[in-house]
């Protein structure tokens, strides 16, 4: 059986504190199955530069490896670029900031803009048969608008994404915060859910990345071809 690469990457500017974390290093643990290789990187410890846009200057200037990991040794994005690269399940953290995804999330997605690009610009499928999911915190609400809005971006990236691909913890709608951590760690049927996610998104990479009964590989060609954006 082909040995899947898992990746987990955690975009709470709170690193190892985060329940954000703690919920997906709980979900990694818990997969026993072997042949899944597991990893995950937290953004917060990495020097992440912000996309400097060059998109809007020229699309053609957004290209991968993206121009900022060509020219500063300090930045570490090629962590995640390669970390994408390397995986067959991606699945993203972020917790809800003003019913948003974390700054961190939103600094990662525009540099991830050099992956999309390179399929929408420039023709080239570099994001494939990789499959997403998302682990969202809160203390009060907005877990479906940031799951939409990421699903569109990482979707056009090129990551697939199974049946209900998010899990997602909010509290209650007052501003107790401080007891968030503790219901996050006893909450069982949570950390069930959270669990599934994961065992789900696994299970779907092995269905698509090679059909058992047929020997055949997904394969797709991108709108991108038809459009011809890189004439
Ligand atoms: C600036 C700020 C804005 C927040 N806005 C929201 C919000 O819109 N909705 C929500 O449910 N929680 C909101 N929260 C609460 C966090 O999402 C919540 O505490 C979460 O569990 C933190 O996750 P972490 O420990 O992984 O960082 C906000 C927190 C901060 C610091």
């Known amino acids: 059986m082909k040995k899947i690469k898992l990746l987990g990457i955690c975009t709470s500017i709170r690193g190892r504190e985060s329940g954000t974390y703690y919920l997906m290093k709980m979900a990694f643990d818990a997969l026993k199955e072997e042949g899944v290789e597991k990893e995950i990187i937290v953004a917060s410890e990495l020097n992440l530069r912000p996309c400097e846009h060059h998109y809007s200057i020229n699309a053609k200037m957004c290209v991968h490896p993206c121009l900022i990991t060509q020219i500063d040794e300090k930045d570490e994005m090629a962590r995640i670029y390669d970390g994408i690269l390397n995986s067959d399940v991606v699945i993203f953290g972020t917790p809800i900031h003003w019913g948003n995804h974390s700054q961190l999330m939103q600094l990662i997605v525009e540099r991830l803009n050099s992956l999309e690009n ?114």
Not at 176 to 194: A, L
Not at 196 to 205: I, K, P, R, S, T
Not at 215 to 226: A, C, F, N, P
Request: proline share 3%.
């Open 118 to 231: 390179a399929n929408s610009v420039h023709g080239q499928i570099v994001v494939k048969n990789k499959v997403g999911g998302l682990m969202i915190l809160g203390h009060e609400d907005g877990y479906q608008h940031v799951a939409g809005g990421l699903m569109n971006f990482l979707t056009a990236m090129g990551l697939i994404f199974p049946p209900q691909a998010y899990a997602a913890w909010v509290g209650e709608s007052n501003e107790d915060t401080k007891s968030d951590q503790k219901r996050i760690e006893s909450d069982k049927t949570i950390h069930e859910i959270f669990i599934d996610l994961v065992e789900n998104a696994v299970n779907f990479a092995r269905a698509i990345l090679a059909c058992p009964s047929c020997g055949h590989e997904l394969d797709y060609i991108h709108q991108s071809k038809k459009k011809n954006y890189s004439k």
